[in-house]
Nanobody, 122 residues
Framework: QVQLVESGGGSVQAGGSLRLSCAASGYTSSINSMGWFRQAPGKEREGVACFYTVSGRTYYADSVKGRFTISRDNAQNTVYLRMNSLKPEDTAMYYC???????????????WGQGTQVTVSS
């Protein structure tokens, strides 16, 4: 099992930036994909950005392309989500997840962090 701890959320004004961090521990050698997901009140969970370890490929939701960047520090077993040009519609609880399948479908991810809140005001 993999333990995940997110940090870096907060409140910013529209146009601002935040960087989320996700530190992984435990059975990290089993990880083939890591992703950031978000869920706003009353909305379905959305896969925001995912990184696939074997291929090195990344996936971004259309809503964040060009604004968000997912990156990984292998030595630290940490995944980051850099969020620029934030919009009020980016407001949500953001979750980090680790999985074994190269997919950004949250249903295939087994291990999840506790989440970190991002609030963007207009």
């Amino acid at each position: 099992q993999v333990q995940l701890v997110e940090s870096g959320g907060g409140s910013v004004q529209a146009g601002g930036s935040l960087r989320l961090s996700c530190a992984a521990s435990g059975y990290t050698s089993s990880i083939n994909s890591m992703g950031w997901f978000r869920q706003a009140p009353g909305k379905e969970r959305e896969g925001v950005a995912c990184f696939y370890t074997v291929s090195g490929r990344t996936y971004y939701a259309d809503s964040v392309k060009g604004r968000f960047t997912i990156s990984r520090d292998n030595a630290q077993n940490t995944v980051y989500l850099r969020m620029n040009s934030l919009k009020p519609e980016d407001t949500a609880m953001y979750y980090c997840a680790a999985g074994q399948i190269a997919s950004c479908d949250g249903r295939v991810y087994r291990d999840w962090g506790q989440g970190t809140q991002v609030t963007v005001s207009s």
